[in-house]
């Protein structure tokens, strides 16, 4: 298996050769990356992957089959003719945020990566070759994304603006790069300077989990995006602008096709080529120093004070009856809030239940307007954000640590119900609450203080419904599996537990049309609520 | 007859920030002699080797490996090293087959060439049949196999290796002893890192002990058993890195955990 990369780097043999680089060795290492990209599950994929080794095609490059797609959200951008200065700076905005993101999730991995000192610094290869080696890897990176991400946008431009434009495009977009390249890594450096490993792998974890957000959300978004092809906007130049990198790439154009030409533009236009070369020049510098600080990425010194809130404690106690519950409930409190798989896993989905409703709520408001909204009962849609709570559930028994549930069998644990009731009891206030208490705010805030008592009676039966969900779906203990062991997920129980939902926001509806209906559907549901919380997790396990 | 001295270490000295971790390491190297090169943890036994390798920088003094000097001549001299470190660093989403021909490739080895070495290598340990597997489904042992395997291909003149027979069953561990005792009798030089007393007091023909930053101790076992009339290397060992706590210790700890 040869990558068409290196065929063609091998056309430029020579020009290596003549750099000192031994060119063999290189292509070696250049190889093997390649090859390791390909079996790195890129973010964007999110809970997609199926199976460890199931298929030796590459991952990498089906990513950007997700990449492609998310560009098409540049076409209506790049289409308008209104104010380039306007349009350009979302498309340079866009860009510079999905190839950060992306670099910074995906690629942390291969820039950060220590490894190579070790495995191939002890063997008999030169520092300019594995260097050499390390920046081809990652410009390809950046190339192949950018390719894929603006590919579309840049055929819209060469039919709708013309040949220059389409050139100006090219160029900007190769300098943009670079500036991503160069911030990112400064990022990085930064980090390293000041704080220490563990830290700069949060901050890694914290973007994977904006990323994996805003591709899901994303793609609710691009249809709706072409409404706005027909906008006129007016754009005044002002001091904050100097700030905004998109703005800078983005008045080239402005000049270019509304032959706007003032002081502030041709500034921008300095800016856009001067400083993405500078920053490249430092960047080489400054190199050496940055694979020093790498070396911290080794060490765990962490002087990591843990504050324990007293909060928490209360909490405990107010929640939990027994002693193995609050140990169970502590436990799964702290994996949730430490593992960063979870997180990176669980927290784009919250993300996407949080906004799931509103979505609902847009296309209502399509039809009428706002006023007549607040006054219906479309505050039920709120119901919505449970739709992910199976999803969740399921997430609480994979583990990155998962060979560390032998303890479950070794520890003198007599029931399990009390490991599945603290763990749920963890997962609702950790997870659930939060993203609940958000919701009923805004809705309240929409719909006013009559949807009260609706409130409580929807919080008390998405909570009746998080325990059917785990009545109903397989039963494994939590945090004991791997993540990329393929999910049985019975397709049939998925659509019976939506189907649920569907029957919640029924009865709610129907109690609606009494007169203090929905005070007796709350209490009905307190009675079960508690009858199924009792009886529920008395699970046998074999 | 001058036996060749295949490393020769003058005042190494080196810190990590504000901490010195090697304070002045003289030391020379022959062929065929098998270095049992111990000490606590930080006193500085992976960090000489990581500097003879080329991995750390920021040393002051002089390092001579095969007669030359590794501050002018980077590259070629690692050609004849061979290096298992305590942590297994390896690809290991790649497979056993990719990684070993990879690693051949850096020295020099064809691609058939390291194929093939490698696959009969890993027939006589046993682990043949996992060639084609990617290294991050093998066990412990497998693992340290194929990084012995990726230290040897090559025919190296000396190898470094720090806690080599980790994860390895007994069968497993008496192989690799007799590689090891087979390859220093036709000359080749080992450094042999470990924590495990007993072994490098049978293997090693020379013991090295580094205690604080600085060489406490060098000879051969029999020599040292004179110099210090303690019976075993852990003996020696604590004595010569002066402790002597460890029964109040243990008595400490069990008294805690019976509370």
Same mark, same amino acid.
């Given at each position: 298996?040869?990558f ?52 030796d ?16 959200i ?12 306007f ?59 950018t ?41 990085y ?5 000041f ?7 949060d ?27 027909? %906008? ?129 709520l ?17 505050? %039920? ?43 749920i ?36 039966? %998405? ?72 009886t529920?997790?008395a699970?046998?396990?074999? | 007859m ?79 090293i ?8 390896i ?13 051949g ?29 990617r ?96 019976g ?28």
């Amino acid at each position: 298996m040869d990558f068409k990369l290196l065929k063609i780097l091998d056309k430029c043999k020579p020009l290596f050769q003549r750099m000192d680089i031994d060119y063999e060795v290189m292509r070696r290492i250049l190889y093997i990356k390649l090859l390791l990209d390909g079996r790195r599950v890129p973010t964007v994929f999110g809970n997609n992957k199926k199976g460890k080794d199931a298929d030796d095609k590459n991952m990498f490059l089906r990513s950007l089959w997700i990449y492609l797609l998310m560009g098409l959200i540049l076409l209506p951008f790049v289409m308008m003719k209104n104010n380039y200065l306007f349009q350009m700076s979302i498309v340079f905005g866009i860009v510079m945020f999905l190839v950060m993101t992306s670099l910074i999730s995906d690629f942390s991995s291969v820039l950060l990566d220590i490894r190579d000192r070790s495995i191939i610094g002890s063997r008999p290869v030169g520092r300019k070759t594995l260097s050499m080696a390390k920046s081809i890897h990652i410009l390809y990176y950046m190339l192949a994304l950018t390719a894929a991400l603006v590919g579309p946008a840049l055929v819209a431009s060469l039919f709708f603006q013309g040949p220059v434009f389409f050139l100006l495009f090219i160029v900007s977009l190769i300098l943009v790069n670079i500036f991503c390249i160069v911030l990112t890594t400064l990022v990085y450096f930064l980090v390293l300077r000041f704080f220490d490993g563990e830290k700069l792998k949060d901050i890694i974890n914290y973007i994977q989990i904006i990323l994996s957000l805003v591709v899901m959300v994303g793609y609710q978004l691009i249809g709706r995006m072409f409404r706005i092809v027909d %906008l006129k906007i007016d754009f005044k130049p002002g001091w904050w602008q100097y700030l905004i990198p998109p703005i800078w790439f983005s008045a080239p154009f402005q000049m270019l096709k509304k032959s706007e030409i003032n002081n502030y533009f041709i500034i921008f236009s300095a800016m856009t080529v001067i400083i993405p070369l500078v920053s490249l020049i430092i960047y080489i510098r400054l190199m050496p120093l940055f694979e020093k600080n790498l070396q911290k990425l080794g060490n765990n010194n962490g002087n990591r004070v843990k504050r324990k809130r007293k909060s928490e404690g209360l909490l405990v106690k107010l929640l939990c009856h027994n002693k193995e519950e609050k140990i169970f409930y502590s436990f799964s409190m702290k994996m949730m809030k430490n593992e960063r798989s979870f997180k990176l896993k669980v927290y784009p989905t919250i993300g996407f239940s949080l906004i799931f409703p509103f979505l609902f709520l847009f296309q209502s408001l399509q039809g009428s307007g706002i006023k007549e909204l607040t006054q219906g009962k479309t505050y %039920l849609f709120i119901y919505f954000c449970g739709i992910m709570l199976p999803t969740l559930l399921m997430m609480t028994r994979y583990s990155e640590s998962y060979k560390a549930s032998w303890i479950y069998k070794a520890l003198p644990i007599g029931n399990l119900k009390s490991v599945y009731q603290g763990t749920i009891k963890a997962f609702i206030i950790r997870i659930f609450l939060p993203v609940y208490a958000i919701e009923a705010a805004v809705f309240g805030v929409l719909y006013g203080t009559r949807i009260i008592p609706d409130l409580f009676a929807v919080l008390l039966n %998405l909570l009746i419904f998080s325990i059917l969900c785990f009545l109903l779906l397989d039963k494994k203990l939590p945090f004991s599996i791997a993540f990329n062991t393929t999910q049985q997920t019975n397709s049939g129980m998925g659509i019976a537990l939506i189907f649920l939902l569907v029957v919640q926001v029924g009865l709610h509806f129907i109690a609606t049309l009494f007169a203090y209906g929905v005070f007796i559907y709350l209490c009905i549901s307190v009675i079960i609520l508690i009858i199924l919380w009792e009886t529920a997790f008395a699970v046998s396990h074999s | 007859m001058e036996n060749f001295k295949t490393v020769e270490i003058k005042d190494l000295s080196m810190n990590y920030g504000a901490k010195e971790v090697l304070k002045g390491i003289n030391l020379e190297v022959h062929k065929g002699e098998i270095i049992g090169y111990i000490g606590t943890n930080g006193a500085g036994k992976s960090t000489t080797i990581k500097i003879i390798l080329g991995i750390v920088e920021g040393w002051r003094g002089e390092v001579k490996v095969l007669g030359q000097d590794i501050k002018k001549d980077t590259i070629e001299y690692k050609r004849k090293i061979g290096y298992v470190p305590e942590v297994a660093e390896i690809y290991d989403n790649l497979t056993a087959r990719e990684y070993l021909t990879f690693i051949g490739s850096l020295y020099g080895l064809k691609y058939e060439v390291a194929d093939e070495k490698a696959e009969r290598l890993m027939m006589v340990f046993g682990i043949k049949d996992a060639y084609q597997s990617r290294i991050n489904s093998y066990s412990k042992g497998m693992k340290q196999k194929v990084l012995l395997i990726a230290s040897m291909l090559h025919n190296p003149d000396i190898l470094f290796l720090d806690e080599p027979l980790s994860g390895l069953d007994a069968n497993s561990v008496m192989i690799v002893k007799e590689i090891l005792s087979t390859l220093a009798k036709q000359g080749k030089t080992i450094f042999y890192s470990s924590h495990i007393m007993d072994v490098v007091e049978r293997i090693s023909n020379r013991i090295i002990l580094i205690n604080d930053g600085q060489i406490a101790a060098d000879g051969s076992f029999k020599q040292l058993k004179e110099r210090s009339k303690e019976g075993s290397l852990e003996q020696i060992f604590n004595q010569i890195t002066g402790f002597s706590e460890y029964e109040a210790l243990a008595k400490q700890f069990v008294s805690i955990v019976e509370e």
